[in-house]
């Protein structure tokens, strides 16, 4: 790769190991748990949260994923009205910074001793480190998961949220919106990333090569991997070097 402008790298499963089924078990749960205090009734919110999050992966562009999100929950949570619903957003984003809230899916991920050391060597080789996670969690969300293997936003000259963000993997448009807001050529960059239909087939669709990581391989359809780049992930510094 001649000249590297760019690396995305994913995060659940790419840079933070992870048990994703487990984690989504422990993280809903517990908001399940919490959200009754808010005045949500928590034997339904898992499936509200669920559908909202369906309407961030269908969003075509014309809203940003929160506002996608936020007007999908409205209307299925009719027993509370739009204004009560916007008073209880900063106790959603409380709950992602709370020890005794999202902090607990951690026991789902595992820490990532060689984070550092990749992260070095991407910032050596490319222009641009940006966290390419799948923007559907608000920004309180990310940090935190960050947080688990170390890092910060600072760590990053850019991070894909549901605030900033109108697409969602696996559109490829999310992916072109990365391209187009730093003004770089799909063959300038580098996806790495650990899900085969989320990471690389829409980013090998624009022509971007990828980098599979295989410690938490989610091929969810079972496809061939004949023609893919991949690696484990102590594997990865060694690769970037050599880029």
């Known amino acids: 790769m001649s000249t590297l402008k760019a690396i995305l790298?994913?995060?659940?499963g790419t840079l933070l190991p992870l048990d994703n089924d487990r984690f989504v078990e422990v993280y809903l749960g517990n908001l399940a748990r919490h959200s009754a205090a808010w005045g949500y009734d928590p034997t339904t919110i898992v499936k509200t949260i669920w559908k909202a999050t369906g309407a961030m992966v269908k969003n075509d562009g014309a809203q940003t994923n929160e506002q996608a999100f936020w007007a999908a929950f409205k209307a299925l949570t009719p027993y509370m009205t739009s204004e009560e619903i916007d008073r209880t957003i900063p106790a959603f984003d409380a709950f992602y910074r709370d020890a005794d809230g999202f902090h607990l899916a951690k026991a789902?991920?595992?820490?990532?001793?060689?984070?550092?050391?990749?992260?070095?060597?991407?910032?050596?080789?490319?222009?641009?480190?940006?966290?390419?996670?799948?923007?559907i969690f608000p920004d309180s969300a990310v940090e935190s998961r960050l947080s688990w293997i170390g890092l910060t936003p600072a760590d990053f000259d850019d991070i894909t949220t549901y605030t900033t963000c109108s697409f969602s993997k696996?559109?490829?448009?999310?992916?072109?919106?990365?391209?187009?807001?730093?003004?770089?050529?799909?063959?300038?960059?580098?996806?790495?990333?650990?899900?085969?239909?989320?990471?690389?087939?829409?980013?090998?669709?624009?022509?971007i090569p990828t980098l599979l990581v295989?410690?938490?391989?989610?091929?969810?359809?079972?496809?061939?991997?004949?023609?893919?780049?991949?690696?484990?992930?102590?594997?990865?510094?060694?690769?970037i070097e050599n880029l």
Request: glycine share 6%; charged share 25%.
């Open 9 to 12: 790298f994913d995060l659940d």
């Open 214 to 239: 295989t410690d938490c391989l989610i091929n969810e359809k079972e496809l061939p991997l004949d023609g893919i780049c991949t690696c484990t992930f102590a594997e990865l510094e060694n690769i």
């Open 170 to 207: 696996p559109n490829p448009k999310y992916f072109a919106s990365i391209l187009e807001k730093h003004g770089l050529q799909p063959e300038e960059c580098l996806m790495v990333g650990n899900n085969v239909g989320e990471d690389i087939l829409p980013a090998t669709s624009l022509g």
């Open 108 to 135: 789902a991920a595992r820490e990532n001793p060689m984070i550092r050391a990749v992260l070095s060597a991407a910032h050596r080789k490319a222009e641009k480190v940006i966290l390419a996670t799948n923007p």
